[in-house]
């Protein structure tokens, strides 16, 4: 019934363009030449000129190359048997079980309907004090981590996602390196995650276009099971990858570029797929935690800087440490007020001596003499530095915000942190902060 | 009347060229049928026989030679009675009713009428046969919440009209008709509760239109006090993501002392509109002491939703501001986010192939910013009532540079500027309003000249701190080192604000003119230390007892009993002169 043409037109970037008719817009087609066949999707309808977007790339497309199209969209199979597997960005198997075919559902579909949504209300504890105290993540959260190349973002994507209390992970990797690919399988396996586990990946070997297929595969997998009740956790590393693919696209479909070659629609399509997060009325969630590495350590490059104002926060990770700076968890407000009373002003005033410890070490650099003040400040900023941030530490929320009160009554007096008086009165720890005060001065007097 | 057909000659994401034969009208509604779907689109071009469409669903599974339906209307907005403390999208529809419909998701294709068919209002009738009116003078009341709505005279209708039947006081449904009105041609018009109007027509039935003058308490200090917003004013809040725009726009809408807010989330977050759609029904007004959401109407196209109906979206909400606006009430439009709203406009013009204009927005954009804000504005109505919409827009300039079009075309058309900075939000100082770089052209509610002094005191204050960064502490002068604690002392403690607070969230317009008058007596005061490190420890000591002072209640005995230490403390340093 579905008519085959032989005729391709013109063969540029991974795009195609055959004389067709009766084809409906973004279609599947499959692409068969001497050297094999890829599926392809209609990307722009010009009269009876159909342009299609090769999933496996134009490479080896001869121009009498058969074309079919197969009258559907793009649709990824869904059943609990997706759990412990890994797929390629097309669904196609990559470990080496079988092929799935049942149940398959259309990817990239509607977004939930903001009146069938919750406002979300769980915090997803992760035993590190940089997230749980101060950027606390939240169920159905949408988060980017910020980071550049080098630093170990993919190892905190896999300590959260597996410290997480989820049903269902699900990762998405977009060019990633088949180490790093082998890197979360194993730990997944290690640490028995595997099998509540679903893996879609594209390493940085296979073709462009199946980058641009992992993020829709991923969330609508998720969404289904969400649907069924499930909290699911996805995460994408490395959207800046997917970004580039869809700028690949864009100029080979001689779009006009906005901002360094990008698509005017960038935030757009970012959204649509970071906007699957949800906390659904009466079923699941799902959170997305997602890695964006700025080119040149730059947050103003289109691609972080699009994100940073689509998702709710993101985290900065510098130097092997979450940066309190910058990162940000825009929905912390919704849960740390149930925490424990301390945990909002905690947060707030040991950011605000930390910043205040930076412009000391900047004064110091600079060779100015540090008054009494300025080495309370040097003392606290190391302590903060070693005993709350450093990515090592693993201790729950209660027990962070307690070594928070320390290194403070070690380090001030109490009027200096401008805590508002109720709160010392309740937890300021006394005795501690007398003995300190003399080891302050023999710090001193030792430093002179 | 036929319907005017025409077919699909091309599709590139949710741009269709359509081929036409029977005349169509720039900006007219289109349906593109697809099995057996209505997808809503827009004209927004033409070329020969050819029209190019926006359309307002995804368009996925179009084809080639697929019908085309014109329908000879612009985009229109559905105005009557029920429009508060709903839902809608960018195109009016209710989402909550979608939602009761179609489940979690958002069907393509599903209109609903914005309106419900089935209410019915207590309508009392104001004007009486024979009486001439004009477009927007009113026919009668119906009680809408806590509002009198009222019913006017449809705006399209030209020239005098004669009142030929009111009906009398009763229950209606919006649809029956509740006047006849005859037109200077002798033709008759029956009218009803509801009536259409183009989004991207402004309303402009009123007598005239008066300068914004009188402030609008937002209840945030560094606003009403520095940078304050007229009643009938626009303001813009740029900054970088992170910095609090949404959250300054939620607080606003919740405290802001107007009649009705409108709340037009463009291409932003669903969450955010969630958050303002599941607290604000629990929430009290404290003006009314009814429910905040009575006041309040949502209209939100976050940014998955289709991008065109994105860009109808700010204009649906304006014309329900300025049809509100028209009963004599105060309205307030808070935007966010225009950037997103730009950005459909670049997209829609990246896909017709236009020339771009700078970072490929297209030529128009300021144009068409201006128009927007221009909506905004305090008027007077023919029976001598004023009503205002006043306009907030959020801008969020690609990577925080405010050197970008949309922040530059929007500071050239509003009133103020309360410009938010990465570095203030980064220390955690909220809200993260830049002091040093905003600015206001309108009244706010203290004395002018101490707000001035205050300001000038910033500035010295930044000086010397840039200062000190390069001469350090020891090379600063006490004097100078004192200007710089004052001017950290009415950062902390007035510029901030704790917004998540139960009293210091919400700081009146009384209690700002109390309190500041304090700050300026201890801010003017001539102060003596013997050194830095003592003044350091008395404003610390200042700083805590002003902030707690700050979270006390105003009439409470706490609250006299700090202000008097606060006295106390200032009259111990003040003595030694």
Redesign the interface.
């Known amino acids: 019934m579905n008519k085959t043409y032989h005729r391709v037109e013109q063969i540029a970037g991974n795009v195609i363009v055959v004389q067709a008719d009766g084809v409906s817009y973004r279609e599947l087609a499959e692409v068969a030449s001497t050297r094999g066949s890829s599926l392809a999707q209609v990307i722009r309808l010009e009269g009876d000129r159909v342009y299609l977007q090769v999933f496996a790339g134009s490479r080896g497309v001869a121009t009498d190359a058969q074309v079919r199209f197969l009258g559907d969209t793009m649709r990824v199979a869904f059943s609990d048997a997706l759990l412990g597997r890994v797929f390629t960005g097309s669904g196609q198997p990559r470990d080496k079980g079988p092929a799935i075919t049942e149940n398959l559902i259309p990817i990239g579909g509607p977004s939930v309907n903001p009146a069938k949504r919750i406002i979300p209300r769980n915090m997803v504890r992760t035993g590190i004090p940089m997230i749980d105290v101060f950027n606390s993540l939240v169920e159905s959260q949408k988060l980017p981590i910020f980071s550049v190349a080098g630093e170990p973002y993919n190892d905190l994507l896999a300590r959260i996602a597996l410290q997480a209390e989820v049903d269902v992970i699900i990762l998405g990797g977009m060019g990633l390196k088949h180490d790093d690919y082998l890197f979360f399988r194993d730990i997944l396996e290690k640490n028995g995650a595997l099998s509540r586990s679903v893996l879609f990946i594209h390493t940085a070997a296979d073709p462009t276009v199946e980058c641009q297929l992992v993020p829709d595969i991923a969330l609508a997998v998720a969404e289904k099971f969400a649907l069924q009740g499930k909290r699911v956790l996805v995460l994408l590393t490395d959207m800046t990858n997917f970004a580039d693919a869809l700028k690949e696209i864009a100029i080979t479909m001689e779009q006009i570029p906005s901002n360094r070659g990008y698509p005017g629609d960038l935030y757009s399509q970012l959204a649509a797929r970071y906007e699957k997060a949800v906390d659904f009325e009466g079923a699941g969630s799902i959170t997305v935690l997602a890695v964006t590495t700025m080119p040149g350590d730059d947050v103003t490059h289109p691609v972080p800087d699009n994100t940073g104002y689509i998702t709710e926060g993101q985290f900065y990770l510098r130097n092997g440490r979450i940066e309190p700076f910058g990162s940000l968890s825009r929905l912390k407000q919704l849960v740390n007020s149930s925490t424990r009373d301390d945990h909002r002003t905690v947060m707030t005033t040991m950011i605000q001596l930390y910043a205040a410890f930076k412009e000391t070490l900047e004064k110091r650099a600079m060779g100015f003499r540090m008054s009494a003040w300025d080495n309370k400040l040097l003392t606290y900023g190391e302590r903060f530095e070693e005993e709350l941030m450093a990515l090592s530490v693993n201790i729950p929320l209660e027990q962070a915000l307690d070594r928070g009160w320390r290194i403070m009554a070690d380090c001030f007096e109490p009027e200096e942190t401008g805590i508002p008086s109720k709160l010392i009165k309740q937890f300021w720890p006394a005795e501690q902060a007398a003995d300190k005060t003399a080891d302050d001065k023999t710090d001193k007097t030792a430093a002179k | 009347m036929s319907t005017n057909l025409g077919r ?6 949710n741009l269709i ?1 359509v081929e036409f034969e029977n005349p169509v009208i720039q900006n007219e509604v289109a349906y593109a049928l697809v099995d057996d779907l209505r997808l809503k689109a827009e004209v927004i071009r033409v070329r020969g026989n050819k029209a190019e469409l926006q359309v307002f669903e ?8 697929d019908q085309v339906e014109f329908t000879g209307e612009l985009l229109a907005v559905e105005l009557g009675p029920g429009l508060l403390a709903q ?1 809608y999208d960018g195109l009016q529809n209710p ?2 009713a ?2 009761e419909q ?7 294709g599903k209109y609903l009428q914005p309106l419900s068919r089935d209410a019915e209002w207590e309508f009392t009738p104001k004007a009486k046969s024979g009486d001439k009116l004009f477009a927007g003078d009113t026919l009668g009341i119906v009680p809408e919440g806590m509002f009198e709505h009222h019913v006017m005279v449809p705006f399209r209708l030209r020239g005098e009209l004669q009142v030929e039947e009111v009906v009398s006081a009763g229950k209606y449904k919006v649809d029956q008709r509740v006047a006849v009105l005859k037109d200077a041609g002798g033709r008759s018009h029956e009218v009803t509760m509801v009536q259409q109007w183009p989004v991207k027509i402004p309303i402009n039935c009123y007598a005239e239109r008066l300068r914004p003058t009188e402030p609008l308490t937002t209840k945030i200090r560094i606003i009403d006090t520095f940078y304050p917003v007229a009643r009938g004013g626009t303001y813009c809040i740029p900054g ?3 910095a609090g725009k949404t959250v300054l726009q939620q607080l606003t809408s919740r405290h802001a002392d107007v009649d009705i807010v409108i709340v037009a989330a463009c ?1 932003e ?3 955010e ?3 303002t ?3 604000f029904p629990e929430l009290t007004d404290p003006r009314t002491g009814r429910s905040l959401m009575e006041r309040t109407m949502i209209i ?1 196209n ?4 289709p ?1 065109a109906a994105r860009e109808a979206s700010v204009y649906t909400a304006v014309t329900v501001a300025e049809y509100y606006r028209q009963m004599g009430l105060n309205v307030l439009l808070l935007a966010d ?1 225009t950037s ?1 709203w730009a ?1 459909a406009l ?2 829609m ?2 896909r017709l ?1 236009e020339i ?1 204009g700078e ?3 297209p030529a128009y954009l300021e144009s068409v910013i201006a128009a927007f804000y221009e909506r905004g504005g305090v008027v007077k109505l023919r029976d001598g009532r004023t009503g205002s919409v006043t306009i907030g827009g959020t801008v ?1 300039p ?4 405010f050197e970008e079009p949309v922040t530059q075309g929007t500071l050239k058309v509003v009133g103020a500027f309360h410009g938010l900075s ?1 570095a203030r939000s ?3 100082r909220y809200p993260a309003i830049d002091p040093l770089e905003s600015w206001s052209k309108y009244v706010g509610v203290v004395d002018a000249g101490d707000v001035a002094y205050a300001h000038r005191l910033l500035r010295q204050g930044n000086e010397v701190s840039q200062m000190m ?2 001469v ?3 090379g600063t002068s006490l004097d100078d080192f004192l200007v710089y604690l004052k001017a950290e002392y009415l950062d ?1 403690a007035y510029l901030q604000q704790d917004a ?1 607070h139960e009293v210091e969230g919400a700081t009146t317009a009384d209690r700002q003119k109390h309190v500041f008058g304090i700050f300026v007596r201890i801010l003017k005061a001539g102060m003596k230390f013997e050194d ?2 003592a003044a ?1 420890r008395f404003f ?2 200042l ?2 007892t002003t ?2 002072w700050n ?1 006390a209640e105003m009439k409470s005995d706490e609250f006299k009993q700090l202000e008097e230490r606060i006295s106390q403390m200032l009259a111990e340093v003040t003595e030694n002169e």
């Open positions: 699909i000659a091309g599709v590139n994401g060229t995804d368009t996925t599974d179009l084809k080639i030679g839902v989402l909550p979608l939602a179609s489940g979690f998701f958002l069907q393509r970088p993501f992170g291409g977050r669903a969450g509109v969630v958050e759609l599941r607290e939100c976050t940014s998955s939703m991008v986010s997103r950005q670049r997209e013009s990246g192939e771009p970072e490929a927005f969020s690609a990577g925080g540079n990465r980064d220390a955690r960064k390069v350090g502490e020891e902390a998540y830095k490190d350091r610390s000591r700083t805590q902030k707690d979270r």
